[in-house]
């Protein structure tokens, strides 16, 4: 149990297109759903905390419109890179978390964004 | 804000040696979480430490937990070549968010 997936596993897109990317809670309802970014063999960092029925939580220093978050249903949360740019190019994971009083979240296997 | 100091960031090790990783909070955590993400994957689960002084085993893994709620470790025993890949640990705060430390990349050479 706890599966997420997201998709698309990877993506190549030219500068100033937009790109979106889902993460998709597949055995159990998210509320809280997670993206990471984490650049070459760096650490996670959280961009925002995407709440089902609500706006983003962003942390500071990203750019609530430049990453468009949309969380509209218990088991889907959207990431919209609007306008990449070339220092936009990273691994973006997003995780969920399972509620009811547990803390672990549980991983989608990732999207390797390539800005040309 | 709160941060999470990981060490070693590298280590390298002879199958069957120990390792052990290290992390420290700037701030009091309510629980303590420990992922490993192999090369090319996702970080994966494994588990977390909410009482001080916690101690938890999972087969070669053992999990400490500080007195102060402050401080973390993970020990593996007689490392095996399926132990190999970064090992992050993540505090849990006031809020619900995770910060993780910046991981161990653990290596080991058959």
């Known amino acids: 149990g706890a599966v997420v997936s997201q998709h698309p596993s990877w993506v190549i897109c030219k500068s100033g297109t937009s790109v979106k990317i889902e993460c998709r809670s597949l055995d159990f309802q998210a509320t809280t759903m997670f993206w990471y970014r984490q650049f070459p063999k760096q650490s996670l960092m959280l961009m925002a905390t995407s709440n089902e029925g609500s706006k983003a939580t962003y942390e500071q220093g990203v750019e609530k419109d430049k990453f468009l978050i949309n969380h509209a249903s218990l088991t889907l949360s959207t990431l919209t890179v609007t306008s990449a740019h070339p220092e936009d190019s990273s691994f973006y994971i997003c995780?969920?978390?399972?509620?009811?009083?547990?803390?672990?979240?549980?991983f989608g296997p990732g999207t390797r964004l390539t800005v040309l | 804000g709160q941060q999470v100091m990981q060490i070693p960031q590298y280590q390298h090790v002879q199958e069957g040696e120990d390792f052990t990783t290290y992390c420290n909070s700037s701030t009091t955590l309510s629980n303590i979480q420990w992922y490993k993400q192999r090369p090319g994957g996702h970080p994966v689960f494994l588990i977390q430490l909410v009482k001080s002084g916690e101690v938890k085993k999972q087969k070669r893994l053992t999990f400490q937990f500080g007195e102060a709620k402050k401080n973390s470790s993970l020990h593996i025993t007689a490392t095996q070549t399926t132990d190999v890949g970064t090992y992050f640990c993540a505090g849990q705060g006031g809020s619900e968010k995770l910060v993780f430390g910046k991981g161990t990349k653990l290596t080991v050479n058959p």
């Open positions: 995780s969920a978390r399972l509620g009811g009083g547990r803390n672990e979240q549980f």
